[in-house]
Nanobody
Framework: QVQLVESGGGLVQAGDSLRLSCAAS????????MGWFRQAPGKEREFVAY????????VYSDSVKGRFTISRDNAKNTVHLQMNSLKPEDTAVYFC????????????WGQGTQVTVSS
């Protein structure tokens, strides 16, 4: 059974940092890409960042480029999202997801972790 479990969310002030983690289990993810998404109240879910597990190739949305860094720990089967210089508009539930390389749809999703940034 595939599981993606996010952790690391919380309440911080603007300008602070947080590191989210996504622990993956239940299958081999070497041929997968991992994405982080977020959804704020009343808004649609939006893409945040992506990393290809095998190559480390990364993609970021323009809204987080230069502030967020996605990385993976192969030994621990965990993907991290380091978030620096947080802004109130970063407040959202953050989800990690996995999709096979070469496909556009994500097969697996975590349950999400809340990030709240106060001004």
């Amino acid at each position: 059974q595939v599981q993606l479990v996010e952790s690391g969310g919380g309440l911080v002030q603007a300008g602070d940092s947080l590191r989210l983690s996504c622990a993956a289990s239940g299958r081999t993810f070497s041929n997968y890409g991992m994405g982080w998404f977020r959804q704020a109240p009343g808004k649609e879910r939006e893409f945040v960042a992506y990393i290809a597990w095998s190559t480390g190739y990364t993609v970021y949305s323009d809204s987080v480029k230069g502030r967020f860094t996605i990385s993976r720990d192969n030994a621990k089967n965990t993907v991290h999202l380091q978030m620096n210089s947080l802004k109130p508009e970063d407040t959202a539930v953050y989800f990690c997801a996995a999709r096979p390389l070469g496909r556009l749809t994500y097969d697996y999703w975590g349950q999400g972790t809340q990030v709240t940034v106060s001004s």
